[in-house]
């Protein structure tokens, strides 16, 4: 005797079809589960086996195997337990044959309930492009499996619920289709709170529209960290595909709300220095994502940027520059998108006040450098804006003359955006800070002052070939501000000037 159930199975964001065949022939009673399972799925026997004893289900006598088809690719977690003791109860006619167009996931608790489990959207989402119709998960996992069309989801609470439904038909209906209300930028505290800092607002106001990284450096209490928490709400509202990107990530983490499983603002992830590499792009024996893929369509936020060890931010290189972060192992690689815009802060000194006009410093030279230098080049390099922040003077802060607020900014930012929009139309671009180098001449055509500005910044300032890239895209993004096709001398100029940190700073404590 013989049956089959539909199921998927998951590595990283990667989730895949996979048959659970069971078969039952003549012998001493045995139950073996093959098809490269791992320690978690090996563990579901036992708990099938006392699901079913607890269940009074009679668990069939004879040789039973369960085989995990492809065989080829291995099986990772506990969401086997379901589809396995659906295969199982089929095969010993207590539930009739399932049809062929539903999948089920879900682990077993040892009282027959089922337990969550993660990385259900990306599953979903595979069940339906693979022509799936219905899905049985555990009711919690069933609001988040709701969002994705075109499947109808079932959530169940216990093996008893889904034997009574798959008897009889009753007992469980379709999940409603989850549609959250809100994609806002509403929880965000607000640039109306910053008094000043014109040129610092300004720079971050750029970097948003483009999605360009950037670095504020200044002394303690300048007001680093208050201006990076209020660029999330000068950001575009999230979309709905860039929404289902992120929460797939946190679904595979482990970290969705069941009640509201969307992630439906941009993340902003604020990173203390203390964390490893694993922790930062991801890792461990089945990778996991790092913080740089939770903050995915959203800001990395990286304070007290030359306290972070070196070799971590090193690692940083290549995600910042492709986007996503593949993680290698035995068992197989993973891929994290981890589109973001870096925000990073620091002091300029270990005392804090190089630079302060009004407090005094007290490191050395080779102090200074040497805290500066904690940033390599080719970080620096990937930071399109670097800004100066400037502590305010006591007068400036205490007058408190009303501020442009966030949302004032964001009219500006989107407008800049829906220009990109509409230029990367059909492509997988999103933004400026993403223009590759064969569309890069056609994208960003420049008069002839500001090729000029460029070609003589590239001698004078001995530019890298990044470097120069990263100008220009910036000089798209201001262009694209002030609603300009073509750019001209200022957006350039300006773009340079996003830059002078370098020279201020690294190049004279070298
Ligand atoms: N421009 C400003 N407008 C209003 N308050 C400010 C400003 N700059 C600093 N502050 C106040 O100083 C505090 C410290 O700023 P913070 O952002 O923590 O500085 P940093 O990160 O540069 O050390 C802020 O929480 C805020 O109360
Ligand atoms: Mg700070
Ligand atoms: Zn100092």
């Known amino acids: 005797m013989f049956s089959r159930v539909n199921s998927l199975g998951l590595f990283g964001l990667n989730a895949f079809p996979v048959t659970v065949e069971a078969n039952v022939s003549a012998g001493q009673p045995t139950f073996d589960v093959v098809g490269l399972p791992d320690a978690a799925v090996q563990e579901s026997k036992a708990r099938i086996r006392a699901v079913m004893g607890h269940l009074k289900l009679k668990l069939l006598n004879g040789r039973v195997t369960v085989n995990l ?24 006619g207590l539930v009739p044959r399932v049809s062929d167009d539903a999948a089920f996931m879900g682990e077993l608790s040892l009282d027959g309930s089922l337990a969550p489990i993660n990385g259900v959207l990306s599953m979903v989402i595979t069940a339906m492009k693979n022509g799936l119709k219905r899905v049985f998960l555990p009711v919690e996992n069933a609001r988040e499996a709701s969002v994705v069309e075109g499947i109808d989801v ?40 910053v008094m000043g ?4 607002k300004k720079a971050l106001e750029v970097a948003a529209a483009g999605a360009h990284n950037v670095l504020m450096l200044g002394p303690p209490g300048s007001g680093k960290s208050m ?19 992120t929460t797939q990530i946190y679904s595979v983490a482990g970290m969705i709300d069941p009640s509201a499983p969307l992630v439906c603002e941009r993340p902003f992830r604020s990173v203390s220095h203390t964390a490893s590499s694993v922790g930062l792009i991801g890792g461990g024996s089945t990778p996991r994502p790092g913080e740089i893929s939770l903050a995915h369509n959203g800001v990395l936020f990286l304070d007290e940027f030359p306290e972070f060890d070196r070799k971590v931010l090193e690692t940083l290189r290549q995600p910042l520059e492709n986007g996503d972060i593949t993680i290698s192992r035995a068992i197989g690689s993973v891929n994290y998108p981890c589109d973001v815009m870096l925000v990073a802060a620091m002091n300029p000194c270990p005392c804090g006040n190089f630079g302060n006009p009004v407090k005094k410093c007290t490191c050395t030279p080779s102090q200074v450098g040497a805290y500066l230098h904690k940033i390599s080049r080719p970080v620096l390099d990937r930071i399109d804006i670097q800004v100066e922040v400037k502590p305010l003077k006591y007068d400036e802060l ?42 890069i ?13 460029l070609s003589d910044a590239f001698d004078s300032l001995g530019l890298s070939a990044r470097a120069y890239d990263r100008i220009l895209k910036v ?26 940190l370098d020279r201020k700073y690294w190049d004279n404590f070298s």
Request: charged content about 25%.
């Open 197 to 200: 800092q014109y040129s610092a």
């Open 227 to 245: 201006l990076a928490k209020r660029i999330p709400s000068i950001m575009p509202k999230i979309t709905f595909e860039e929404s289902i990107e």
């Open 398 to 439: 205490a007058v408190r003359t009303p501020q442009e607020s966030s949302a004032e900014i964001l009219e500006r930012v989107q407008h800049a955006r829906d220009i990109q929009a509409k230029r990367f139309s059909g492509t997988s671009i999103r933004s400026n800070s993403r223009i590759t180098s064969d569309i």
């Open 154 to 193: 079932y959530g169940v609470r216990d093996l008893p619920q889904l034997m009574d439904f798959l008897v009889h038909g009753t007992g469980i209906s379709p999940e409603p289709k989850y549609e959250p209300s809100v994609f806002s930028n509403k929880h965000y505290e607000d640039f109306a709170d």
């Open 441 to 453: 001449a056609e994208v960003c055509p420049l008069e002839n002052d500001a090729k000029k500005l």
């Open 475 to 500: 000089a798209r993004t201001c262009a694209d501000l002030e609603d300009s096709e073509i750019i001209k001398k200022s957006h350039v100029s300006q773009a340079i000037s996003f830059r002078s």
């Open 69 to 92: 088809a492809p065989a080829s690719v291995k099986k990772i977690g506990s969401m086997f337990d379901l589809p396995i003791a659906v295969a199982l109860m089929e095969l010993g």
